[in-house]
């Protein structure tokens, strides 16, 4: 596959996490657009300093174009997206509940329930794939590697569609991470604030143990603070 034919990817948030991911996905050659609630005036200076090649575009336009629609902005913001432009489109959920940035958000997020699946629940007509929000965005450009790298740290997958999670999986091997699916989007809530893998930067093989086993779900972390430190 040829950069030309890669997917186009549009990022929604401009904070820290959407920069981020976007310079990822510039760097493995995809056609990126970023955007904000906000004129897209205000972000090109921003998009040219901070992500050189991304074209600052507002949301509607971003989507329109989009292969791929990345979700990184706060949780408190989601019931602003307009769900019917994201009919049809493939999205992978980076974002995370806050509770002290997003305050205390209305049910259904009240409930047990994965943050993702309420996601999915208001965009019915897209592909909803949780990924890209357990690992810190100060991380995620710092432990990039290629294909086959001893020292390859992995992302979880999380999505109910096998085609969308396997396109996600290919995007996820691209910009640096094993791609490691972890079942339908309910599963997702292993990657969540307070999941077993969330804020580690994990090898798959430890990532693997730590989501299927809470007694190695410890030794991995133990593994990661004892081992990864040495490496980074």
Do not use: C
């Amino acid at each position: 596959m040829t950069n030309a034919t890669l997917p186009r990817i549009a990022v929604l948030g401009a904070g820290h996490v959407g920069p981020a991911i976007a310079r990822l996905a510039l760097a493995a050659g995809h056609p990126v657009s970023i955007a904000t609630s906000g004129n897209p005036g205000d972000l090109a200076l921003v998009t040219q300093l901070l992500i050189p090649g991304a074209e600052p575009r507002r949301g509607s336009d971003a989507i329109a174009r989009a292969d791929i629609v990345v979700l990184a902005i706060p949780l408190h913001r989601f019931q602003a997206i307009d769900a019917d432009a994201l009919s049809g489109k493939l999205v992978i959920d980076a974002m995370n509940y806050w509770p002290a940035t997003d305050g205390r958000l209305p049910p259904p997020f009240d409930y047990d329930i994965g943050t993702s699946e309420v996601v999915a629940e208001r965009l019915r007509d897209a592909d909803v794939v949780k990924t890209l929000n357990h690992v810190g965005y100060h991380d995620l450009e710092r432990y990039a590697s290629p294909p086959g790298s001893l020292d390859r740290r992995a992302l979880g997958v999380a999505g109910d569609a096998p085609d969308a999670v396997a396109t996600v999986s290919t995007f996820i091997d691209r910009i640096g991470y094993d791609a490691v699916p972890v079942g339908a989007l309910s599963a997702g809530r292993v990657l969540q604030p307070g999941g077993p893998v969330f804020g580690a930067v994990l090898r798959r093989a430890d990532f693997q143990r730590a989501v299927h086993s809470p007694v190695e779900q410890q030794q991995a972390f133990r593994v990661a603070e004892q081992n990864y430190a040495r490496s980074a």
